[in-house]
């Protein structure tokens, strides 16, 4: 049986920032991830990814596909994610200027899929780490 390591006081174990593959980095797929990571307030489409590198959009979800496991959208929402949650810990921005920093179409949208993800509303996120980290000062 394989289970996931399990971290005292409520707090999931998470990358900081996604680390893209040393074989990947110079190519295309690699170029517009490192792009896409520096544009997450905007809009990005296959087709705006695409464009980076100068590859069809068709082609461009496949090569994305067989480097990464999964599409560009599942990607692109999961470094939205990331940055939200590290906006939360980090800042004071309200929920929606974080949704609207990270390029989620609304608040709505944003608190839905955080709570689909983290399994708790960003709200009470931002108040589970202040209350984690709050405790571990002397």
């Known amino acids: 049986m394989v289970i996931a390591p399990h971290r005292e006081g ?14 990947m980095r110079d190519g295309p797929i690699g170029v517009a991830m ?21 590859m069809s959009p068709r082609n461009f979800s496949r090569r994305f596909r067989e480097h990464t496991g999964v ?17 939360l810990e980090t800042t ?19 608190r839905q899929n955080f709570v689909q993800t983290y399994g708790t509303t960003p709200t009470a996120y931002r108040h589970q780490f202040t209350q ?3 405790s571990s000062r002397f």
Do not use: N
């Not at 409520?10 to 593959?21: F, H, K, L, M, S």
């Not at 599409?71 to 906006?87: F, T, V």
């Open 10 to 23: 409520g707090q999931a174990q998470y990358i900081e920032r996604p680390v893209v593959d040393d074989a």
């Open 132 to 134: 984690l980290e709050g």
């Open 34 to 54: 490192d792009w896409a990571m520096h544009h997450l307030g905007d809009t990005l489409t296959v087709e705006v990814l695409a464009e980076q590198v100068q």
């Open 92 to 110: 004071e921005l309200s929920v929606s200027q974080v949704a609207q920093a990270c390029g989620f179409a609304s608040p709505v949208t944003f």
């Open 71 to 87: 599409s560009p959208a599942k990607w692109i929402l999961a470094r939205r994610l990331g940055e939200a949650r590290r906006l």
